[in-house]
């Protein structure tokens, strides 16, 4: 008879024969793995990057937006640990791609903190919103920036992801890539970037704020070229 530690051991490490026979056994693919934090069978094969157990339990009607006790969907582990195969089932599944946890963490942010840029890609392309904030406001360049995670600034950037975006403390990506206290040997390299988009940015505006001078400007010329016309038709 299957055990539940055998099931959560077959979930973990992606023993797709025991994870089978657990839910022939009865065992409910629902059922909580670890009780103080919340954990689904599920969970624990998208944390593990296991893709055919994962379809598995979905197959055995597993909840595939069943939330752990800090509101983290198999989705959001999937995300961190970055397994393309997984996240693709579970997006082709219907997973909630905005899903957020109690942090209001989505999955896109899971992925930026873990540095995994094909699983950034992935989401983003099935409709993670690089603008959505978490309970600091902060966007998952945020979180890119503070774990100084280069792969996952990169693709950020690349979806249009705003350099200049200030969390509620007023703090830029950039800010936060110069400053935490998160050791990291990519330090460098996610600064330059941020500043690099930063300084683009900046450009950006400045040239659009040129653009609306002259149209301003041109307007205006044209209101007083216009000006004694209007004067000889009053007269």
Same mark, same amino acid.
């Given at each position: 008879m299957a055990s539940l530690d055998g099931f959560i051991k077959a979930c973990m490490e992606g023993d797709v024969v025991l994870a089978r026979a657990a839910l022939e056994a009865g065992l409910s693919p629902n059922l909580e793995a670890d009780v103080e934090y919340g954990t689904k069978p599920l969970h624990w094969a998208a944390d593990n990057g296991h893709a055919t157990v994962i379809g598995l339990l979905i197959e055995g009607r597993a909840d595939i937006h069943a939330?752990?006790?800090?509101?983290?969907? @198999?989705?959001? !582990? &999937?995300?961190? $640990?970055? %397994?393309?195969?997984?996240?693709?089932t579970l997006l082709s599944s219907r997973a909630d791609v905005a899903a957020a946890d109690s942090n209001r963490w989505t999955v896109l942010h899971a992925a930026a903190c873990c540095g995994h840029r094909a699983a950034i890609a992935a989401l983003i392309e099935a409709g993670a919103d690089v603008r959505a904030r978490d309970i600091q406001e902060g966007t998952p360049l945020h979180v890119a920036g503070h774990y100084r995670q280069p792969a996952s600034?990169?693709?950020?950037?690349?979806?249009? @992801?705003?350099? !200049? &975006?200030?969390? $509620?403390? %007023?703090?830029?990506?950039?800010?936060?890539?110069r400053f935490s206290d998160v050791p990291s040997e990519h330090e460098d390299a996610s600064v330059a970037l941020l500043e690099e988009a930063q300084a683009a940015a900046r450009q950006k505006l400045a040239a659009l704020g040129q653009r609306l001078e002259e149209k301003k400007r041109s307007q205006e010329r044209g209101w007083l070229r216009s000006l004694p016309a209007l004067i000889c038709c009053r007269d």
């Open positions: 939330v752990d006790k800090q509101g983290n969907t @198999a989705l959001h !582990a &999937a995300a961190c $640990n970055g %397994d393309a195969a997984a996240i693709s600034i990169r693709a950020l950037l690349e979806a249009k @992801a705003d350099p !200049a &975006a200030k969390n $509620n403390e %007023d703090k830029t990506p950039l800010f936060l890539a």
